[in-house]
């Protein structure tokens, strides 16, 4: 790891005298060396391949520069949740080493957002089993600039909770971090605020910086798989590896847990988690991540 250069950043001078701009260049300095020598591409920060050279933060990006400053950050949570939905609000404050409060950024998240009201229907049965007003067929484009639909059905906010109050926490916490180190002129906005052929494309760019290839263009979001495709290799490995990191190591539990998530009827367990469709084991991955999540 490279040694990182040492910069005098003064203590926050009495609020009647302005910072000096030797004091602003070095805070400044101090945050793009630490970007440079500690925070990682890809992990850190990312950047979107044809939308100039300003990277995106992540949260783990934000903790590193509260750790830098020597700031913690204290968030306090609006529960504005109703009877049709959940919604959180949360205000990050932020404070140094003395307790002093610096500032505070705001973050909010809502089961009404587009990638949290709808999820793909497992199958064509519980898409036609699902009432009128709780379905639809959502149009997408394909890469060659066709369109296909996708069938949705409602999700159930009570089960999204736990995953809005965490995401209305991280955004509050990258709001306040790029906030009082006023580290907004070198990040942009939150990597999760982004549509997703853009996080794909964030991620993808990182990854062919890391091998020394050229960053490709934006990619065109991808056709869905059918309801009735099989699970791909990717899906049965993080299948397995989330049931270990939650303790069911042994291969017929696997199953039975799957079989349970994917809404297998008791007593049946598949003999194979090749028997899941591709859009039932998508089904039990995200009910395995909010598992690990809670």
Same mark, same amino acid.
């Given at each position: 790891?490279?040694e990182?250069?040492t910069?005098?950043?003064?203590?926050?001078?009495p609020?009647?005298? /302005? &910072?000096? *701009?030797a004091? =602003?260049?070095? #805070?400044?300095?101090?945050?793009?060396?630490?970007?440079?020598? !500690?925070?990682?591409?890809?992990?850190?920060?990312?950047?979107?391949?044809?939308?100039?050279?300003?990277?995106?933060?992540?949260?783990?990006?934000? $903790?590193?520069?509260?750790? %830098?400053?020597?700031?913690?950050?204290?968030?306090?949570?609006?529960? +504005?949740?109703?009877?049709?939905?959940?919604?959180?609000?949360?205000?990050?404050k932020?404070?140094?080493?003395?307790?002093?409060?610096?500032?505070?950024?705001?973050?909010?998240c809502? @089961?009404?957002?587009?990638?949290?009201?709808?999820?793909? *229907? !497992?199958c064509?049965?519980?898409?036609? $089993?699902?009432?009128?007003?709780?379905?639809?067929?959502?149009?997408?484009?394909?890469?060659?600039?066709?369109?296909?639909r996708?069938a949705?059905v409602?999700? %159930? /906010?009570?089960? &999204?909770?736990? %995953?809005?109050?965490?995401?209305?926490?991280?955004r509050? #916490?990258?709001?306040a971090?790029? %906030?009082?180190?006023?580290?907004?002129? =070198?990040?942009?906005?939150?990597?999760?605020?982004?549509?997703?052929?853009?996080?794909e *494309?964030?991620?993808?760019?990182?990854?062919?910086?890391?091998?020394?290839?050229?960053?490709?263009?934006?990619?065109?979001?991808?056709?869905?798989?059918?309801?009735?495709?099989?699970? @791909?290799?990717?899906? +049965?490995? *993080? =299948?397995?590896?989330m049931c270990r990191?939650l303790?069911?190591?042994d291969d017929f539990?696997?199953?039975?847990?799957?079989?349970?998530?994917?809404g297998?009827?008791?007593?049946? !367990?598949?003999?194979s988690?090749?028997? &899941?469709?591709?859009?039932?084991?998508?089904?039990?991955?995200?009910?395995?991540?909010? $598992?690990l999540?809670?």
């Open positions: 790891m490279e990182i250069a910069y005098s950043v003064p203590p926050q001078p609020d009647a005298r /302005p &910072l000096t *701009a004091e =602003i260049r070095a #805070q400044v300095n101090l945050i793009q060396e630490v970007m440079k020598a !500690v925070m990682k591409d890809g992990h850190h920060y990312g950047q979107i391949p044809g939308a100039g050279n300003k990277p995106v933060l992540f949260k783990a990006g934000a $903790e590193k520069l509260l750790f %830098t400053f020597r700031l913690s950050a204290d968030p306090e949570i609006e529960d +504005l949740s109703t009877g049709d939905g959940i919604r959180y609000r949360v205000r990050c932020v404070y140094d080493r003395t307790g002093a409060y610096l500032g505070a950024g705001v973050g909010e809502s @089961s009404d957002e587009e990638k949290y009201r709808w999820r793909a *229907a !497992v064509k049965e519980e898409y036609d $089993e699902t009432p009128e007003d709780r379905r639809r067929m959502k149009y997408a484009k394909r890469r060659d600039g066709g369109t296909y996708i949705q409602r999700t %159930t /906010p009570a089960d &999204l909770a736990n %995953t809005i109050l965490k995401m209305a926490k991280k509050a #916490q990258i709001d971090a790029l %906030t009082v180190t006023a580290a907004s002129d =070198i990040f942009a906005q939150d990597l999760e605020d982004l549509p997703e052929e853009l996080r *494309a964030v991620a993808e760019n990182a990854a062919n910086k890391e091998n020394g290839k050229a960053a490709p263009e934006p990619p065109k979001p991808k056709a869905a798989p059918a309801a009735g495709q099989p699970p @791909s290799e990717n899906q +049965l490995k *993080a =299948i397995f590896a990191k303790g069911v190591t539990e696997v199953h039975r847990k799957a079989s349970r998530l994917a297998v009827p008791e007593p049946e !367990v598949l003999p988690l090749k028997s &899941l469709t591709y859009a039932q084991a998508s089904a039990v991955i995200k009910a395995l991540q909010e $598992e999540e809670g």
